[in-house]
C-alpha cells in the first residue's frame, strides 16, 4: 500500500514546481569515481516568496544554500554526500535528499534531488559533434538551445532541430531537458492520427515540426531523473497516441486515461481527481456475478502491461480476443480485497460507440521508431553524459524484465515489447542498420 500511495504523491506534488522556476544540478550524470563537488543551483519563481532554501540530506545533514540575487540559490554538495545509501536498487539514480523552499522560517515546498550515476553497468558510446551546437550517440541527440519561457515553447524548435541531422524515418520524437531541468510531468503529444475507432478524429501537424508526414507523437520528459525507456511511462505515453479517447460514457469518464476498471490495472492507469493526471491502480478487478466485481490489491512493484482494449486501440489485438472492461462505481473501499458494484462494457460496445478499429491488428504498424533529443541549454553534454542517456534510451529495446528505480519507485518493469505481450517492438537508434530501409509516408 505504501508505494502506491507513494506514486500518487508523486503526481501530486507537481503543482508545486510553481514555487520554482527551474533546478539543477551541474553535472547531468556523475561517476562513483568521483572526487570533486557538484553544485546543486535553484531558482525561486518571481511571484513566490521563498526567501531561503535548505537542503536536507539523506546522509544525515543540512545544507543552507547561498543566495545569489535575483531569487537563485546555490549549494555545494560532496560526492559522499551525494552518493551516500546508493547501490544496485537504485538503477543509477540516487536520492540525494529534500530540497525545502522557505518563507522565512516556513517550509512552503519540497522537492526530491536524485543525482544521475555512472557505474561499471554503463558502457561507453560512439559520441560524434554534429555542429558546436548539437552531438550525437547512437541513440541521443544533444542540441543546445536558447532558453524559452517554458519548455513547451522549447519542443517546435527541438523537434526541428532533429531533422537538419537526421532523416524523416521516425514514428516517434523523445524530448528531454537537462541542464537545467524543467519542471512537471511527463506527457504525449499526438502530431498524426489515421487510425479510425479510437475515439480520435484524424490530424496531420507533422509540418509544424519538421517532418515531412511519418512523425505520430512526442513524449516530453521534463525532469532528465525520470528518462528510462524501460519503465512504465515510456509505454504509457507512447500509448497515449491511440489511448483513451473513447466516447462511451464510462470509459470516457477516466479520459485521457482509464476510469477505477481492470483496464486501469494495466499501463495506463486511471485519472487523479483535478488535473487528470495519471495515477497507479494495483488492483485485480474480476467478475463476480451480473453487475459485481471482486477487487483485491496487488503488489505495486509488480511489472504493468497494456490491457487487452489498450492493445486493440494501438492495433495489436483483434476485437474477438479482447476481453470484457469492468469498470468499478468509484474507488476501491477495502485495503486487501472486496466485492463492488461494476459494469461491463463490451468490445462491441465500443466498436458500436467509436466504429472499427481501422486499420485491423492484421495490418496495423507493429514495429515503431524513436529518436530521442536531449535539449540543454548550459552546456553540450559530455561523452559520460551521452553514455548515460544512451543506456536509458536502450533499455526501451529489452526483452527481458528489468529493475527500475524512478523517485522513490523502486522495483521490476515490463519494457514496451514485453508491455505488448510482444505484439510490438520498439527501436531507439537514430541509425537503422543497413538492412532497415526507410519507410516512405506517400500523401
Known amino acids: 500500500m505504501r508505494a502506491r500511495l507513494l506514486l500518487v504523491l508523486l503526481f501530486l506534488a507537481l503543482p508545486l514546481h510553481a514555487q520554482l522556476d527551474f533546478e539543477s544540478w551541474d553535472v547531468a550524470a556523475m561517476r562513483t569515481t568521483r572526487t570533486a563537488p557538484i553544485q546543486l543551483t535553484a531558482r525561486a519563481s518571481a511571484t513566490s516568496n521563498i526567501t531561503a532554501m535548505r537542503l536536507d540530506l539523506a546522509a544525515g545533514s543540512s545544507i543552507t544554500l547561498t543566495p545569489l540575487g535575483s531569487g537563485v540559490f546555490r549549494a555545494s554538495v560532496t560526492p559522499a554526500q551525494a ?20 518563507a522565512g522560517s516556513q517550509v512552503i515546498a519540497t522537492y526530491n534531488e536524485f543525482v544521475n550515476v555512472i557505474d561499471a553497468n554503463i558502457p561507453g558510446v560512439a559520441v560524434k559533434n554534429l555542429s558546436a551546437t548539437a552531438r550525437q550517440s547512437p541513440r541521443i541527440l544533444n542540441v543546445l538551445l536558447p532558453p524559452g519561457n517554458t519548455a513547451d515553447s522549447e519542443l517546435q524548435p527541438a523537434v526541428q532541430r532533429l531533422y537538419t541531422y537526421l532523416p524523416d524515418d521516425f514514428d516517434f520524437v523523445q524530448v ?20 479510425t475507432g479510437t475515439g480520435l478524429g484524424p490530424n496531420n501537424s507533422t509540418a509544424v515540426y519538421g517532418s515531412a508526414g511519418r512523425l505520430l507523437g512526442i513524449n516530453v520528459f521534463p525532469l532528465d531523473n525520470y528518462f528510462d525507456c524501460a519503465e512504465v511511462a515510456f509505454s504509457h505515453e507512447t500509448g497515449h497516441q491511440w489511448i483513451n479517447f473513447l466516447k462511451n460514457p464510462r470509459l470516457a469518464a477516466g479520459s485521457p486515461h482509464w476510469p477505477y476498471s481492470n483496464l486501469a490495472s494495466g499501463v495506463m492507469g486511471f485519472s487523479l481527481a483535478g488535473d487528470g493526471a495519471g495515477g497507479d491502480f494495483s488492483w485485480s478487478v474480476e467478475s463476480a456475478g451480473p453487475g459485481l466485481a471482486r477487487v483485491r490489491a496487488l503488489p505495486a512493484s509488480q511489472p504493468k502491461g497494456f490491457s487487452d482494449l489498450d492493445l486493440y486501440l494501438m492495433g495489436l489485438l483483434p476485437p474477438a480476443q479482447v476481453r470484457d472492461a469492468l469498470v468499478l462505481d468509484g474507488a476501491p473501499t477495502c485495503s486487501v480485497e472486496c466485492t463492488m458494484p461494476a459494469t461491463t462494457v463490451t468490445i462491441q460496445d465500443v466498436i458500436t460507440t467509436n466504429g472499427p478499429r481501422i486499420p485491423t491488428s492484421s495490418t496495423s504498424q507493429k514495429s515503431f521508431r524513436f529518436a530521442t533529443v536531449i535539449v540543454t541549454h548550459d552546456r553540450l553534454l559530455t561523452d559520460d553524459e551521452m553514455a548515460f542517456f544512451d543506456y536509458f534510451a536502450a533499455r526501451g529495446e529489452a526483452k527481458v524484465v528489468l529493475p527500475f528505480a524512478i523517485g522513490l519507485q523502486q522495483g521490476t518493469t515490463n519494457p514496451f515489447y514485453l508491455a505488448t505481450r510482444g505484439l510490438a517492438t520498439a527501436d531507439l537508434r537514430l541509425t537503422p542498420p543497413p538492412a532497415l530501409k526507410r519507410r516512405t509516408i506517400k500523401r
Open 176 to 195: 528531454v531537458f537537462s541542464l537545467p531541468k524543467s519542471s512537471g510531468n511527463r506527457y504525449h503529444i499526438g502530431v498524426r492520427n489515421d487510425a
Open 83 to 102: 552518493l551516500f545509501g546508493y547501490d544496485a536498487r537504485d538503477v543509477n539514480r540516487n536520492f540525494v535528499g529534500y530540497l525545502r523552499l522557505l
